[in-house]
């Protein structure tokens, strides 16, 4: 059984409606943002990424939301469905460097 | 076709025994990692390789050690394995650059008992 995130800060939405998951970063330095989705048993995959010149980036019913001023990141998952149930995870990458650097997590949660 | 794939998947052990887990990737990537994924879900870098040449260690003990044939394999070897070494242990790929985005494997679930 799997008794892994019981700590993770859990989001829990009704299917169809908006999900938005947030992210603090801590390196001001970082200027390349990715969110990550893992499924149970696998591993992470890549939802989407934006650059520290951007402030927002639309994917296909996802919108990544930049904040350095305050240094947060947002997810924000239109229509949300079943299959979006996953732990969702924002990562970093400090300038000049091949190094991400992922956050705690938050696990979302689809109900019907 | 698996673009990153590690084995084993899952590993159970004793206490100070040695292990490895390898893996190998299919992108053409110049650079792939070692991440280690604890019983919170916290993801934390351990090394990084670029073609073959260590990059990034991230303060790991010395117990493990990677070891990159050539740039599309990347193993890890871990002696005298601890209890606290349990998590699953995620290998990446990317292709450096501009561009960052991470190709996760499956993972590899690592108990020792």
């Known amino acids: 059984g799997e008794s892994v995130g019981l700590h993770l800060p859990t989001l829990s939405v009704q299917e169809g409606d908006n999900s938005i998951i947030n992210c603090a970063y801590s390196?001001?330095?970082?200027?390349?943002f990715i969110w990550y989705k893992q499924e149970s048993g696998k591993g992470p995959q890549f939802i989407i990424d934006?650059?520290?010149?951007?402030d927002k980036r639309q994917g296909q019913r996802v919108t990544v939301l930049l904040n350095k001023t305050v240094k947060h990141l947002s997810l924000q998952i239109a229509a949300t469905q079943p299959g979006d149930s996953a732990v969702y995870f924002c990562?970093?990458?400090?300038?000049?460097?091949?190094?991400?650097?992922f956050g705690t997590g938050t696990r979302l949660q689809v109900f019907p | 076709d698996t673009a990153v794939s590690q084995t084993p998947k899952y590993l159970v052990t004793q206490m100070g025994n040695d292990k490895s887990i390898k893996c190998e990737q299919n992108?053409?990537?110049?650079?792939m990692y070692w991440y280690k994924q604890d019983s919170k879900k916290f993801l934390k870098i351990m090394f990084s390789?670029?073609?073959?040449?260590?990059?990034i260690n991230e303060t790991v003990p010395n117990r493990f050690s990677p070891k990159s044939p050539d740039k599309a394999h990347l193993n890890l070897h871990i002696n005298s394995l601890e209890l606290g070494d349990s998590a699953v242990y995620f290998c990446?790929?990317?292709?450096?650059?501009?561009?960052?985005?991470?190709?996760f494997g499956e993972g590899s679930r690592l108990t020792v008992l």
């Open positions: 934006i650059r520290s010149n951007m």
């Open positions: 990562a970093e990458s400090p300038r000049n460097t091949d190094k991400l650097i």
């Open positions: 390789y670029n073609n073959k040449e260590l990059i």
């Open positions: 390196n001001s330095a970082s200027d390349y």
């Open positions: 990446a790929s990317s292709q450096g650059g501009d561009t960052g985005e991470l190709f």
């Open positions: 992108l053409g990537h110049d650079t």
